[in-house]
T-cell receptor, first 110, second 116 residues
């Protein structure tokens, strides 16, 4: 049973549009989340982490965490074709366990 | 700075063969992970080493999968004997001090294994 559920499985957005990816945890022990991006033929690369409730912005990427609802999202504004990739979220806690979601495939259409 | 290096990039094996995948973590990192990635299951943890000690061996993967870390800069994953269902991408990742400190993972580019 996966402790981290991601949605949607696949998402298509036009170039310049906003992409929104979601991640929900079933474990209240999770204290932080990481977002990773994986381009075809490569390993995942870390995008950003979020530990506190609210928004965290890094360039075109904004992560939002709501600990009460165990929900974290990633918003990509002004999406570019190079953003087309598989996106994972990872939840973790002081217990040191790694739990990845199954991923969202993002396609940015030029 | 060199990242995580995995070799080979591609491996084709006949059913029943033994294969060995290799990983060199980022220099100085204390934690090393092996994952299996498939479209259906996503990322599944196979093994986790901390300072060369095996901390987790992936439960369901115990019988035919064995990861070793002979020194702090090299790890292997042996699959013996291989089965067609083992066809997947195998990823190695390292972290400076993962524990509870929430350090990020650095992944290699993976080895794509095809078992015929």
């Amino acid at each position: 049973q996966q402790k981290v559920q991601q949605s949607p499985e696949s998402l298509s957005v036009p170039e310049g549009g906003m992409a929104s990816l979601n991640c929900t945890s079933s474990d209240r022990n999770f204290q932080y989340f990481w977002w990773y991006r994986q381009h075809s033929g490569e390993g995942p690369k870390a995008l950003m982490s979020i530990f506190s409730d609210g928004d965290k912005k890094e360039g075109r990427f904004t992560a939002h965490l709501n600990k009460a609802s165990l929900h974290v999202s990633l918003h990509i504004r002004d999406s570019q074709p190079s953003d087309s990739a598989l996106y994972f979220c990872e939840g973790g806690s002081a217990l040191g366990r790694l739990h990845f979601g199954a991923g969202t495939q993002l396609i940015v259409i030029p | 700075d060199a990242g995580v290096t995995q070799t080979p990039r591609h491996e084709v094996a006949e059913k029943g063969q033994t294969i060995i995948l290799k990983c060199e973590p980022v220099s100085g990192h204390n934690d090393l992970f092996w994952y299996r990635q498939t479209k259906i299951q996503g990322l599944e943890l196979l093994s986790y080493f901390r300072s060369k000690s095996l901390m987790e061996d992936g439960g369901a993967f115990k019988d035919r999968f064995k990861a070793e870390m002979l020194n702090s800069s090299f790890s292997t994953l042996k699959i013996q004997p291989t089965e067609p269902k083992d066809s997947a991408v195998y990823l190695c990742a390292s972290s400076l001090d993962w524990g509870g400190s929430a350090e990020t993972l650095y992944f290699g580019s993976g080895t794509r294994l095809t078992v015929l």
